[in-house]
């Protein structure tokens, strides 16, 4: 199961820099000049996660698979951009593959680095970046209720409940508000995410700060954490020079380098890590001898769904999972312990996997 999360944000806000951090790679040109970046670069990173480490070390697993994210490196967006400024067209459709948005928004203050607008203030930036995704969803929204009239004159109910989606995302973005803030009931759940607004997407906003501030942040990004508090959203700090650094430095050195700046983990840790809550993701693991992996799923998935992510015969034939907590696991020095001390447990179709659950699935072929 992949899940991609969209790096935007104006131009020469880091975007390239933090993307180049995260895949530990060079491919996204980080250049002091708007659109540097012309097509999409994406690239996978795995997860951090330290109970993976640990149940590899009790199962002797001979290889260690984490979990993976892929991030998307679009290029700057600016004013106009709905209107196919800057390339916006383009960039445009790019966000609307992603499942969420990773808004990158400057807040630094360097002579040496060309702002767009001139001026350095993240929360102009943010609004300009919204209200151009708005505009983007607007226009979208009216051509496909003009495509639906017809249908729904036909009695075709799935065009229907559309219109309906539609109208509401519309009277919302109307108000200036995001389609993220519509009410959609669980039923209504998958026709929404097909309308693929850009706006609907969860936002998680990301602030560059200076090496200095690495820490704690600044004046620009408390006001950046004040702004996504009162929208429900979350922000991280982030050096994003510091941690592409920190990429081409091996583990003990880049340990060490944290150490003496005074920073307890990486902030691409804590930005994937937000990244993963955002989108509403947990892990399970499954563990032997041969390997020990690490798989996504999302939040309240059945037992037979995330045997599915395994292989889709998985969950077409499954059967049941047998079953052990994290702690358990830990606890009883692996699966033989957990068995021993009855911490292994048999779970059917209508069992919702917790996160750090170790699995085995058993399935009819």
């Known amino acids: ?21 995260l895949t530990r790679t060079a491919a996204a040109q980080a250049a002091n000049f708007p659109f540097c970046t012309i097509e999409p670069n994406t690239g996978e990173v795995s997860v951090p996660d330290e109970r993976l480490d640990l149940l590899s070390r009790i199962a002797n697993s001979k290889t260690i698979i984490p979990a993976r994210m892929t991030f998307v490196d679009i290029a700057g967006l600016v004013k106009g951009a709905s209107k196919g400024e800057g390339l916006g067209n383009q960039f445009l459709a790019n966000i609307r593959e992603c499942d969420a948005i990773a808004h990158v928004l400057r807040c630094f203050d360097d002579d040496d680095v060309t702002h767009v607008d001139g001026r ?6 943010a609004d300009t970046i919204e209200t151009e995704l708005m505009l983007a969803d607007l226009e979208n929204i009216e051509k496909r209720m003009q495509g639906l009239v017809r249908k729904i004159k036909g009695g075709d109910k799935d065009a229907v409940l559309q219109n309906d989606l539609l109208k509401r995302a519309k009277d919302a973005l109307e ?31 990301v602030c560059n700060v200076e090496e200095d501030n690495a820490g704690k942040g600044n004046a620009h990004s ?34 060490m380098f944290l150490n003496e700046l005074g920073l307890e983990e990486a902030g691409l840790d804590r930005l994937i890590a937000a990244g993963y809550e955002l989108l509403g993701l947990q892990t399970y693991f499954t563990v032997g001898p041969k390997e020990a992996r690490a798989w996504t799923i999302r939040k309240n998935t059945s037992a037979p769904q995330a045997a599915g ?53 058993l399935f009819n072929t």
């Open 1 to 21: 199961m992949g899940f991609k999360t969209g790096i935007v944000g104006m131009p020469n806000v880091g975007k390239s820099t933090l993307f180049n951090a």
């Open 120 to 125: 350095v203030n993240p929360i102009e930036d």
């Open 175 to 205: 108000t200036g508000k995001p389609a993220r803030t519509c009410i959609i009931e669980s039923d209504e759940e998958k026709q929404w995410k097909q309308l693929t607004l850009l706006t609907a997407k969860p936002v998680l906003y």
């Open 222 to 255: 408390d006001a950046v954490a004040k702004m996504a508090a009162d929208q429900g959203a979350a922000s991280v700090v982030i050096s994003a020079a510091i941690e592409e650094e920190i990429s081409q430095l091996e583990n003990d050195e880049a340990e």
């Open 309 to 361: 992510v395994i292989h889709g015969d998985f969950e077409r034939g499954f059967i049941r999972a047998e079953t052990i907590a994290y702690n358990d696991y830990i606890e009883c020095n692996g699966e033989q312990g957990a068995k021993e001390k009855g911490k292994m447990r048999a779970e059917g179709k209508t069992y919702t996997v917790s996160d750090g659950d170790v699995l085995h699935f």
